[in-house]
């Protein structure tokens, strides 16, 4: 059986820039990614693609080209996951060991748990920015678009990028304004939540954004739902089980999302978690609270934390260290402090650049006497549209620009 240092489940981008920046700070350590995806995607810019100003092409490379240098990649999906005997067990049957494990497989989607669901996305009303194909779909029908009602969902589970339903929402609205027709739209949210935007110093130019472009919100409501041959869809109320029943002429779906099964079905690895089947990881120090010899890094981890590439790139400088002090029979010591980024768009060049901590603590990357990053902003959006994608496949995958 083999048996390496350190396995990564997953290679997206979490395991790919862990690996990477591993790697840098040993050169002896032994690495294995499982992965079975020939690409790799950049999820952060389909947004943009749904907005017709980011080509879907550029956001897929090969994954070969980022394995990081003396690792192995072991093309397979990971069945399995053995916590007590150090095991992954491969779609092939095969077994392998490890001496540490970073669970970095992200989340998948489960379009099946709504009625529906998947049928809608095949019609000419219905589209997600979350999925690779569907993302050019959402450009198609807003600009095609000519009156009626458009509606913008959010889904009841955790889901990653917590601003990207609003984001296309906004950006649909200035489609609809520059082709003359916003008159003839009615833009309606649908939100579990009971609010837009809850960071304080962020939220109150999400909220004025949102009553600016004449937004109809309805808090606390979550899709249950779609007929695509009527074009309804249903929402109930999270607190009183009351149901409504909306017409549409567009919706943009997100879908409701956990970790794949080799995760969430594994009660050794999910049991006492904050988020209910996902990993049960230390906020802090992002270590599994059963097994020392586990970390979760990404989507896939239970700690409260907003699921965003941003978060990742932070955590990938806690959680090396931390293993290569595991490995060392050490207690790791790095901590981490629940940060994220998020280029919130509200429009076309106007982007709220909303970072925060653990306790949705403001912070900033920038100082205050270069930009006021509460207020939409030309320079951020030129972070967001040219300046990050860069940063993703040059610095952060190959294991630079981690902290």
Request: hydrophobic fraction near 40%.
């Amino acid at each position: 059986m083999k048996k390496y240092d350190v396995i990564f489940v997953g290679g997206g981008t979490a395991g790919i820039s862990g690996a990477a920046y591993l790697r840098r700070l040993d050169d002896e350590v032994t690495i294995a990614i499982i992965e079975p995806s020939e690409w790799h995607y950049y999820q952060p810019a389909w947004t943009l693609v749904g907005a017709g100003v980011y080509k879907i092409e550029k956001t897929r490379k090969k994954e070969a080209n980022y394995i990081p240098k003396n690792s192995v990649w072991i093309k397979s999906e990971a069945t399995e996951i053995d916590p007590v005997n150090n095991e992954v067990k491969l779609g092939n049957g095969e077994k392998i060991q490890y001496k540490a494990l970073v669970i970095t497989t992200g989340v998948s989607y489960q379009l099946e748990k709504i009625e529906g669901f998947k049928e809608a996305l095949n019609t000419q009303y219905a589209s997600t920015n979350y999925i690779y194909k569907y993302a050019p779909h959402t450009w198609e029908i807003l600009k095609n678009f000519k009156e009626g009602k458009a509606i913008f969902t959010v889904p009841d589970t955790p889901y990653k990028c917590g601003a990207a339903p609003l984001k296309i929402m906004f950006l649909a609205d200035e489609i609809f304004r520059k082709k003359g027709i916003r008159d003839n739209v009615e833009i309606i949210l649908f939100t579990p939540k009971e609010h837009l935007f809850s960071i304080k110093g962020f939220a109150e130019s999400i909220n004025a954004t949102a009553q600016a472009k004449n937004i109809k919100t309805y808090f606390l409501h979550r899709l249950v739902a779609i007929d695509p041959e009527t074009k309804r869809a249903t929402f109930e109320n999270i607190q009183n089980g009351k149901r409504l029943t909306e017409e549409y002429n567009f919706i943009h779906l997100v879908p409701p999302q956990k970790p794949p099964k080799v995760v969430c079905d594994n009660p050794d690895l999910v049991e006492g978690s904050e988020q209910p089947f996902f990993l049960n990881v230390s906020r802090y120090t992002l270590q599994h609270k059963r097994f020392e010899n586990i970390f979760g890094m990404g989507d896939v981890c239970g700690a409260p934390f907003a699921k965003s590439g941003a978060a990742i790139r932070k955590q990938v400088g806690v959680v090396i260290p931390n293993i290569l002090q595991t490995l060392r029979s050490h207690t790791p010591t790095h901590k981490y402090s629940g940060y994220t980024g998020c280029p919130f768009i509200v429009g076309y060049r106007k982007v709220v650049m909303a970072e925060f901590l653990y306790d949705g603590i403001p912070t900033s990357s920038f100082p205050k006497w270069l930009i006021d990053t509460t207020k939409p902003s030309y320079l951020m959006w030129l972070l967001k549209v040219y300046f990050l994608p860069w940063m993703y496949w040059n610095m952060m995958l190959k294991g630079k620009m981690v902290g």
